[in-house]
Protein backbone atom coordinates (compact mmCIF):
# COMPACT_ATOMS: atom_id res chain seq x y z
CA UNK A 1 0.00 0.00 0.00
CA UNK A 2 2.96 2.32 0.26
CA UNK A 3 6.03 1.10 -1.33
CA UNK A 4 5.82 4.11 -4.18
CA UNK A 5 5.37 6.49 -1.23
CA UNK A 6 6.73 10.75 -3.02
CA UNK A 7 5.92 12.25 -0.04
CA UNK A 8 5.30 12.47 3.96
CA UNK A 9 3.00 15.07 5.26
CA UNK A 10 2.04 16.04 9.06
CA UNK A 11 -0.93 18.13 9.09
CA UNK A 12 -1.71 19.88 12.30
CA UNK A 13 -0.15 17.41 14.58
CA UNK A 14 -0.82 17.58 18.35
CA UNK A 15 0.49 15.19 21.00
CA UNK A 16 0.65 14.61 24.40
CA UNK A 17 1.31 11.17 27.14
CA UNK A 18 -1.59 12.58 29.08
CA UNK A 19 -4.48 14.15 27.01
CA UNK A 20 -6.64 15.87 29.46
CA UNK A 21 -4.18 18.20 29.77
CA UNK A 22 -4.57 21.81 27.68
CA UNK A 23 -3.48 21.74 24.09
CA UNK A 24 -1.33 24.43 24.93
CA UNK A 25 1.29 22.29 27.35
CA UNK A 26 1.03 19.22 24.83
CA UNK A 27 4.46 18.03 24.16
CA UNK A 28 4.27 19.03 20.34
CA UNK A 29 2.12 21.36 19.28
CA UNK A 30 1.02 22.05 15.39
CA UNK A 31 3.43 20.41 13.49
CA UNK A 32 2.95 20.84 10.30
CA UNK A 33 5.56 19.76 7.57
CA UNK A 34 6.38 18.00 4.74
CA UNK A 35 9.55 15.41 3.49
CA UNK A 36 9.26 14.35 -0.40
CA UNK A 37 11.06 10.70 -1.07
CA UNK A 38 14.73 10.43 -1.16
CA UNK A 39 15.36 13.63 0.81
CA UNK A 40 17.88 13.37 3.68
CA UNK A 41 15.72 15.04 6.58
CA UNK A 42 17.94 16.48 10.11
CA UNK A 43 15.37 17.13 13.51
CA UNK A 44 17.49 18.80 16.11
CA UNK A 45 16.55 20.18 19.26
CA UNK A 46 17.40 19.63 22.95
CA UNK A 47 17.22 16.59 24.90
CA UNK A 48 13.59 16.20 26.19
CA UNK A 49 12.47 18.59 23.09
CA UNK A 50 9.96 15.88 22.10
CA UNK A 51 12.32 14.59 19.10
CA UNK A 52 11.92 10.77 19.69
CA UNK A 53 7.86 11.57 20.48
CA UNK A 54 8.15 13.08 17.12
CA UNK A 55 9.74 9.82 15.58
CA UNK A 56 7.33 7.08 17.50
CA UNK A 57 4.40 8.95 15.77
CA UNK A 58 5.75 9.25 12.35
CA UNK A 59 6.70 5.53 12.30
CA UNK A 60 3.23 4.78 13.97
CA UNK A 61 3.91 3.54 17.03
CA UNK A 62 1.80 6.56 18.63
CA UNK A 63 -0.80 7.88 17.40
CA UNK A 64 -1.48 11.53 17.06
CA UNK A 65 -3.91 13.27 19.98
CA UNK A 66 -5.30 15.18 16.97
CA UNK A 67 -4.12 16.13 13.57
CA UNK A 68 -2.57 13.38 10.78
CA UNK A 69 0.03 11.68 8.82
CA UNK A 70 -0.34 11.34 5.43
CA UNK A 71 2.15 9.01 3.04
CA UNK A 72 0.69 10.93 -0.13
CA UNK A 73 -3.14 10.41 0.24
CA UNK A 74 -3.70 7.81 2.81
CA UNK A 75 -3.31 7.99 6.58
CA UNK A 76 -1.01 6.17 8.37
CA UNK A 77 -2.94 4.78 11.31
CA UNK A 78 -5.37 3.48 8.85
CA UNK A 79 -2.54 0.79 7.76
CA UNK A 80 -0.46 1.06 10.62
CA UNK A 81 1.29 -2.30 10.18
CA UNK A 82 1.72 -1.85 6.46
CA UNK A 83 3.41 1.58 7.60
CA UNK A 84 5.96 0.13 9.28
CA UNK A 85 7.17 -2.42 7.03
CA UNK A 86 8.45 0.78 5.22
CA UNK A 87 10.74 1.77 7.67
CA UNK A 88 13.94 1.11 9.39
CA UNK A 89 15.34 1.83 12.55
CA UNK A 90 18.74 2.95 13.93
CA UNK A 91 18.90 4.12 16.92
CA UNK A 92 21.38 4.91 19.58
CA UNK A 93 21.90 1.43 21.14
CA UNK A 94 21.98 -1.62 18.87
CA UNK A 95 21.32 -4.39 21.18
CA UNK A 96 23.38 -7.90 18.93
CA UNK A 97 22.35 -11.27 20.28
CA UNK A 98 25.15 -13.58 21.06
CA UNK A 99 24.90 -15.52 17.53
CA UNK A 100 26.20 -15.03 14.01
CA UNK A 101 26.69 -11.52 12.04
CA UNK A 102 23.89 -12.96 9.54
CA UNK A 103 21.28 -13.69 12.62
CA UNK A 104 22.29 -10.45 13.72
CA UNK A 105 21.07 -8.75 10.69
CA UNK A 106 18.50 -10.61 9.65
CA UNK A 107 16.85 -9.84 13.05
CA UNK A 108 14.04 -12.12 13.51
CA UNK A 109 14.28 -14.38 10.86
CA UNK A 110 15.37 -18.17 10.56
CA UNK A 111 18.48 -19.25 9.39
CA UNK A 112 17.30 -21.03 5.94
CA UNK A 113 14.56 -18.05 5.69
CA UNK A 114 17.75 -15.70 5.59
CA UNK A 115 18.02 -13.81 2.06
CA UNK A 116 21.70 -13.73 0.90
CA UNK A 117 21.80 -11.39 -1.45
CA UNK A 118 19.66 -8.99 0.61
CA UNK A 119 22.32 -9.88 3.40
CA UNK A 120 24.79 -9.30 1.35
CA UNK A 121 23.24 -5.40 -0.32
CA UNK A 122 23.26 -4.94 3.56
CA UNK A 123 26.29 -4.84 4.68
CA UNK A 124 27.82 -3.66 1.41
CA UNK A 125 25.31 -0.45 1.97
CA UNK A 126 26.29 0.16 5.81
CA UNK A 127 29.97 -0.11 4.64
CA UNK A 128 30.38 -3.51 6.76
CA UNK A 129 30.57 -5.94 4.13
CA UNK A 130 35.04 -5.67 3.95
CA UNK A 131 35.28 -6.45 7.91
CA UNK A 132 32.95 -9.72 7.47
CA UNK A 133 34.68 -11.04 4.91
CA UNK A 134 37.64 -10.64 6.52
CA UNK A 135 36.52 -12.52 9.57
CA UNK A 136 37.27 -16.36 10.24
CA UNK A 137 33.60 -17.85 9.18
CA UNK A 138 32.99 -14.74 7.67
CA UNK A 139 28.85 -14.20 8.02
CA UNK A 140 28.75 -17.32 10.10
CA UNK A 141 30.90 -15.93 12.82
CA UNK A 142 29.59 -15.88 16.17
CA UNK A 143 30.06 -11.90 17.83
CA UNK A 144 29.50 -12.57 21.42
CA UNK A 145 27.00 -11.37 23.86
CA UNK A 146 26.03 -7.77 22.79
CA UNK A 147 29.11 -7.65 19.85
CA UNK A 148 31.66 -7.66 22.75
CA UNK A 149 34.24 -9.03 19.62
CA UNK A 150 33.36 -5.69 17.53
CA UNK A 151 34.01 -2.11 18.28
CA UNK A 152 31.51 0.86 18.63
CA UNK A 153 31.32 1.56 15.16
CA UNK A 154 31.42 -1.56 13.91
CA UNK A 155 28.15 -2.39 16.21
CA UNK A 156 26.83 0.65 15.03
CA UNK A 157 27.18 -0.34 11.47
CA UNK A 158 25.85 -3.55 12.09
CA UNK A 159 22.49 -1.76 13.17
CA UNK A 160 22.69 -0.13 10.04
CA UNK A 161 22.53 -3.41 8.33
CA UNK A 162 19.80 -4.81 10.30
CA UNK A 163 17.61 -1.50 9.35
CA UNK A 164 18.82 -2.11 6.13
CA UNK A 165 17.84 -5.59 6.10
CA UNK A 166 14.90 -5.66 4.79
CA UNK A 167 14.92 -2.76 1.95
CA UNK A 168 13.02 -0.35 3.78
CA UNK A 169 12.05 3.19 1.75
CA UNK A 170 12.64 5.07 4.81
CA UNK A 171 15.33 5.05 7.40
CA UNK A 172 15.21 6.89 10.68
CA UNK A 173 18.58 7.34 12.76
CA UNK A 174 17.77 7.91 16.20
CA UNK A 175 20.93 10.00 18.10
CA UNK A 176 22.60 7.39 16.18
CA UNK A 177 26.16 8.31 16.46
CA UNK A 178 26.14 9.09 19.85
CA UNK A 179 28.37 6.47 21.04
CA UNK A 180 30.43 6.90 18.35
CA UNK A 181 34.37 8.38 18.51
CA UNK A 182 34.80 11.69 15.92
CA UNK A 183 36.41 9.46 13.17
CA UNK A 184 33.79 7.03 12.86
CA UNK A 185 31.13 9.17 13.39
CA UNK A 186 32.51 11.11 10.46
CA UNK A 187 32.33 7.84 8.56
CA UNK A 188 28.83 7.10 9.63
CA UNK A 189 27.52 10.30 8.08
CA UNK A 190 29.70 9.40 4.70
CA UNK A 191 27.36 6.32 4.95
CA UNK A 192 24.46 8.32 4.95
CA UNK A 193 25.35 10.35 2.34
CA UNK A 194 25.37 7.27 -0.15
CA UNK A 195 22.04 6.01 1.37
CA UNK A 196 20.53 9.13 0.66
CA UNK A 197 20.54 8.30 -3.09
CA UNK A 198 17.95 5.62 -2.93
CA UNK A 199 16.02 6.24 0.64
CA UNK A 200 14.21 8.88 2.46
CA UNK A 201 16.24 9.41 5.70
CA UNK A 202 15.33 11.34 8.68
CA UNK A 203 18.24 11.58 10.91
CA UNK A 204 17.76 13.03 14.64
CA UNK A 205 20.19 14.41 16.61
CA UNK A 206 21.31 17.30 19.44
CA UNK A 207 24.38 18.23 17.03
CA UNK A 208 23.95 20.52 14.82
CA UNK A 209 27.29 20.39 13.17
CA UNK A 210 26.43 16.71 11.84
CA UNK A 211 23.57 18.32 9.72
CA UNK A 212 25.66 19.17 6.59
CA UNK A 213 24.36 16.64 3.94
CA UNK A 214 21.06 17.18 4.97
CA UNK A 215 18.12 18.67 2.09
CA UNK A 216 16.29 20.40 4.69
CA UNK A 217 16.44 20.89 8.70
CA UNK A 218 13.75 21.25 11.39
CA UNK A 219 14.51 22.20 14.98
CA UNK A 220 12.17 21.30 17.61
CA UNK A 221 12.02 23.84 20.49
CA UNK A 222 8.51 24.60 22.65
CA UNK A 223 6.98 21.67 21.65
CA UNK A 224 6.88 22.99 17.76
CA UNK A 225 8.99 22.26 14.70
CA UNK A 226 10.13 25.15 12.78
CA UNK A 227 12.01 24.74 9.46
CA UNK A 228 16.37 26.06 9.72
CA UNK A 229 17.99 27.80 7.24
CA UNK A 230 20.50 25.16 5.98
CA UNK A 231 23.39 28.42 5.93
CA UNK A 232 23.42 28.32 9.53
CA UNK A 233 25.66 25.47 9.55
CA UNK A 234 28.41 27.71 8.02
CA UNK A 235 28.06 30.54 10.44
Not at 34 to 56: A, P, Q, V, Y
Not at 95 to 113: C, S
Not at 122 to 135: E, G, P, Q, T
Request: hydrophobic share 35%.
Amino acid sequence: IFLDNKKIKFHNVFFDYHENKNKEDFILQDINFEINSKEFIGIFGNTGSGKSTLIDILSGLLKPSSGKIFSDSTDINDAVHSWRNNIGYVSQFTYLLNDTVEKNIAFGHNEENINADMLKNAMKDSVIYDFVNNLPLKEKTIIGENGKTLSGGQIQRMGIARALYKNPAILIFDESTNSLDLDTEKEFMSVLNELKRNKTIIFITHKLELLGNCDKIFKIESSRLKQVDINILSK
